[in-house]
Every structure is written in structure tokens, then in C-alpha cells.
């Protein structure tokens, strides 16, 4: 680590009301990255005992420009029966080059909900494309129970990816000691800060949002319906098939039966 740029009592920095500062710095002193990421900390030297000891407060690193993370499900919205289960596919998106492990959570926007949500997996890795996908699957109990007056169970859900950034240490990652830079107090004595090794990333979070539709459960016409729409073509073609064959046999039988009459009779 070296120090880039130093102004002593760098003053206009802020303005009176205001709950932030102004700090500038040259890009072309640390070779004008696209991605980068920047972390502050204010601090203290206070001279007790004759000893000089600092005190700092640090933020999260910032990464610059901050990334982009999007969660996308694939179906919208999704309607199903008591009893019913389904699972859709869920794409993340991520800015590379960042590997983020992202969380995915849900929270229900009704007071009561009966439907079970289960992400798998809900922890992931993005990899460096930019690219992860899980598997979220809804499942109604076969008890849920609808009003006779109401067609179906309408329920809204809040979808959340939260990404998590890895940490950069400024030592190696197997070192458990500190970073020790020299600082200078008011007096000018010389003395150690002690930096910690790993600072925690800030967090990015992308919401989506799903609607379930519960419908009543099939009466058994509706069953039957839904049964023949499914498998009546294939029933049919099995029992066609099958009469056609039977009528092939009684045929033969039939002719064969014809020839030995014939052969009786010429006799």
C-alpha cells in the first residue's frame, strides 16, 4: 500500500446542514480503472500518557460504479389448485466482473398465506459471467380451503436477491495480524496506526415480484375433461388399434371357416 495523494488540512469539504462531504481524487494515479472500490475512515489521535494512540471508524468498501443486480422469475403470475405444486426457474444477474453470493429471500404482502415457497438452492455463487440461476417451488396444502362465493385466492410476494460482495484484505488472507502504517500526530512524533485486515463489502439487493392464483379444486366432470383433453388421443388410438385388430381376427376366422365349407362341399 502506498499513499497516492496527501493535502495537509484539506479544508471546503462540506457544507454546513449537509449529511455528506465533497472528496475528489485523480483517477490517472491508480491507472484509470473501469471497476474499482473505495472505503473511508475518520480518525482521532489522541496523545494520553505521553503515548500517541489513534482511533478510527471505518465504512464498507463501495465498489464503483456500483453494481447492477437484477432477479427475473419466469413465470408471472402462477395459477394452481390445493394440492397442486410447481416449480419455477429464477435468473440472476450480476455485474462482472464481481462474484457476489447472493441470498434469496421472499416476504408475503398478504396477512395470511397458504402457499409454501422453498428456493433451491437459496444461497448461491455468481460466477464471473454475471450469470446464476435457482428453482422456486410453490406448493398449495390440499387443504386450503376457498370460499364458495370466490372463483380463486389471489397472493402477492416480494422476491429479494441480496448480494454480498467478498471482502478484501490488506494483508494476506492467511495473516491474522494487522496492517501497520506510520501516521504522524500534531506534534509531529511518529507513531502506528493498525488497520483491520478484513472490511465486509456493502450488500445490493433486486426485487421481483410474484402473483399465485389458487383456483377451487375440478369438480369430477371437470376432471373427466381435463383427463380426455390430456389422454383421449392416446385412448382412442389404443382402442381404435385394438378393434382393428379383434375385426382382423374374426375375419380370418371367418374366411378360414368359408374355406373349409368350400373344400367339403368340392368333396
Do not use: C
Not at 57 to 72: A, G
Not at 177 to 204: A, C, N
Not at 236 to 258: E, K, M, Q, Y
Amino acid at each position: 500500500m502506498s499513499v497516492v495523494n496527501e493535502v495537509d488540512r484539506y479544508k471546503g469539504f462540506f457544507e454546513n446542514g449537509k449529511s455528506y462531504v465533497h472528496i475528489s481524487m485523480n483517477l490517472g494515479k491508480i491507472a484509470s480503472p473501469d471497476h474499482y472500490r473505495v472505503m473511508f475512515y475518520a480518525e482521532e489521535i489522541r496523545n494520553s500518557t505521553g503515548l500517541l494512540t489513534p482511533y478510527a471508524d471505518y465504512t464498507q468498501w463501495v465498489n464503483i460504479p456500483p453494481p447492477k443486480l437484477t432477479l427475473t422469475p419466469s413465470q408471472i403470475p402462477v395459477s394452481l389448485r390445493p394440492g397442486e405444486q410447481k416449480n419455477i426457474d429464477l435468473q440472476i444477474n450480476s455485474t462482472k466482473p464481481f462474484e457476489p453470493v447472493v441470498r434469496l429471500i421472499y416476504k408475503s404482502q398478504n396477512s395470511s398465506s397458504p402457499a409454501h415457497l422453498t428456493f433451491k438452492p437459496n444461497n448461491l455463487n455468481i460466477s464471473s459471467d454475471g450469470i446464476g440461476t435457482a428453482a422456486l417451488n410453490i406448493a398449495i396444502p390440499s387443504s386450503t380451503d376457498i370460499p364458495l362465493n370466490s372463483p380463486s385466492l389471489e397472493y402477492f410476494y416480494t422476491l429479494s436477491a441480496e448480494a454480498s460482495f467478498s471482502s478484501i484484505p490488506f494483508t494476506s488472507k492467511t495473516s491474522k495480524i494487522s496492517l501497520i502504517l506510520p501516521f504522524y500526530g500534531v506534534s509531529g512524533d511518529p507513531g502506528v496506526r493498525s488497520i483491520p485486515v478484513d472490511i465486509v463489502s456493502e450488500k445490493t439487493r433486486a426485487n421481483s415480484y410474484l402473483a399465485v392464483s389458487i383456483q377451487k379444486p375440478l369438480s369430477l366432470t371437470e376432471q373427466f375433461t381435463s383427463f380426455w383433453t390430456s389422454f383421449g388421443g392416446i385412448v382412442s388410438l389404443i382402442g381404435g388399434g385394438f378393434a382393428a385388430g379383434f375385426s382382423a381376427l374374426v375375419f380370418d376366422r371367418l374366411r378360414s371357416g368359408t374355406a373349409r365349407s368350400n373344400q367339403r362341399r368340392t368333396r
